[in-house]
């Protein structure tokens, strides 16, 4: 079996327990990347990590993430602008409510006061 070289590394930080799944996540994300150092630094790292840290490093990573990130982005936006059209044809229905009431024409509030 291979010899583990000893490094003088302080204690890690007890961290307070995340809350939250999302907390969590990042946690355990967090506690995953520092065990990936760990063992980089120590010469103990698997191929496995190895390559899997390499291709999170690559350009084509990197944009393929900003991709995404303007999809997401583009996704909220259209969300935002069906929410935004729904309200307008409120207003445009109140407006035109507004302009029969003007007119004489009876509204359906009128009638409830019949």
Known sequence: MAQVKKVN??????R????TPEGQEG????LAVDLAERQLRDGTASSQVIAQ???????RERLEREKLERENALLRSKVEALESSVR???LYENA???MRGYQGFETEEDEYYD
């Open 27 to 30: 946690q355990l994300v967090a």
């Open 53 to 59: 840290l390499l291709k999170y490093a690559s350009p």
């Open 96 to 98: 035109i409510k507004a």
């Open 88 to 90: 307008v044809e409120e």
């Open 9 to 14: 590394q302080p204690a890690p930080k007890p």
């Open 16 to 19: 307070r327990r995340a809350t």
